[in-house]
């Protein structure tokens, strides 16, 4: 729903570019150019954090599932550390040779 809304924002703009402005057709296909430079990079930089986020929430999935992660070359499991789920941060239990150890879910594998 959100790209029909985008693209019929994007057709009302080039709908008053063409008759409300005085810009010559040269000047047009510039300012075309540079709008559908900037869209085409949001829309990358959104699919790129996307996948980001997705491999995040798959990572917590399988530490909830007890299944052994490894983040930095270190085996994380559930008996050795907790996840933090604000920060999604896995952080070394109390009485473990982890303890105090924080790794961040985005170096994992």
């Not at 029909?4 to 409300?20: E, R, S, T």
């Not at 982890?98 to 790794?103: C, K, L, S």
């Amino acid at each position: 729903m959100t790209y029909i809304l985008g693209i019929v924002v994007i057709g009302l703009f080039f709908l008053a570019l063409n008759y409300f402005t005085d810009l010559n057709h040269t000047q047009k296909w510039w300012v075309i150019t540079i709008i559908l430079s900037i869209l085409s990079i949001a829309v990358m930089f959104n699919e790129y954090n996307k996948l980001n986020n997705q491999k995040t929430l798959d990572t917590a999935m399988k530490f909830h599932q007890n299944k052994t992660v490894i983040c930095n070359g270190v085996e994380v499991n559930a008996t050795n550390y907790t996840l933090s789920t604000g920060t999604y941060t896995f952080i070394g239990k109390e009485n473990t040779p982890n303890y105090g150890q924080m790794i961040s879910v985005s170096q994992c594998e």
